[in-house]
């Protein structure tokens, strides 16, 4: 990669960064690797609580996960921080919560980042709904969920920041 080429920064955000943004990372990394755009876009992910900071994620989205050849087990969860309102380009909230929560701390320079992960997609359903509390199907409906809007967001940003 040459300097100057460019950059664009995506943000996954939950609450407690140990499902739903992380399967959201590892979905949206994958789509990025199989496109060859590792170089240019990267991911990360965040939850706007405390409680799992360090962890690993839940086990039961990592299962799901590796199940469709996702490795989330190599991340670790952290909490939003005001750097990440500056150095990224896309800030995306799995549930309405999460956007509410980001909206409230983020600058107001920077507000135009914060989207809901799943205007991207295809579905209807506009937030991923919180497996944590619920059983293996919860699970399994929030990595159909990403995957869509993982290939939308891709195509979004090959559109509007790639063309
Ligand atoms: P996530 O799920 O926001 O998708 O990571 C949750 C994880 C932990 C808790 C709630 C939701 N919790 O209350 O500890």
């Known amino acids: 990669m040459t300097s100057g080429a460019k950059r664009i920064?995506?943000?996954?955000?939950?609450?407690?960064?140990?499902?739903?943004?992380?399967?959201?990372?590892?979905v949206f990394q994958s789509r990025v690797i199989a496109a060859g755009l590792e170089n240019i876009i990267e991911v990360d992910s965040a939850g706007t609580a405390d409680y799992h900071v360090g962890s690993k994620p839940d086990?039961?989205?990592?299962?799901?996960?590796?199940k469709?050849?996702?490795d989330l087990s190599a991340q670790?969860?952290?909490?939003?921080?005001?750097?990440?309102?500056?150095?990224?380009?896309?800030?995306?909230?799995?549930?309405?919560?999460n956007l509410a929560d980001l909206r409230s701390q983020c600058p107001s320079a920077h507000r135009?980042?914060?989207?809901?992960?799943?205007?991207?997609g295809s579905s209807k359903i506009k937030e991923v709904?919180?497996?944590?509390?619920g059983g293996d199907q919860g699970f399994e409906k929030v990595l159909?969920?990403?995957?869509?809007?993982?290939?939308?967001?891709?195509?979004?940003?090959?559109?509007?920041?790639?063309?």
């Open 59 to 66: 086990s039961r989205s990592m299962a799901v996960a590796l």
């Open 68 to 70: 469709n050849n996702y």
């Open 9 to 26: 920064k995506v943000l996954m955000v939950c609450l407690g960064n140990i499902c739903r943004s992380p399967t959201a990372h590892g």
């Open 129 to 133: 709904p919180d497996p944590y509390y």
């Open 112 to 120: 135009s980042k914060l989207f809901l992960f799943l205007d991207f």
């Open 76 to 97: 670790r969860a952290r909490q939003v921080c005001q750097q990440d309102f500056e150095q990224f380009d896309y800030v995306l909230a799995m549930d309405r919560q």
């Open 144 to 163: 159909a969920l990403v995957e869509d809007a993982a290939d939308g967001l891709l195509a979004h940003i090959k559109e509007r920041d790639l063309a």
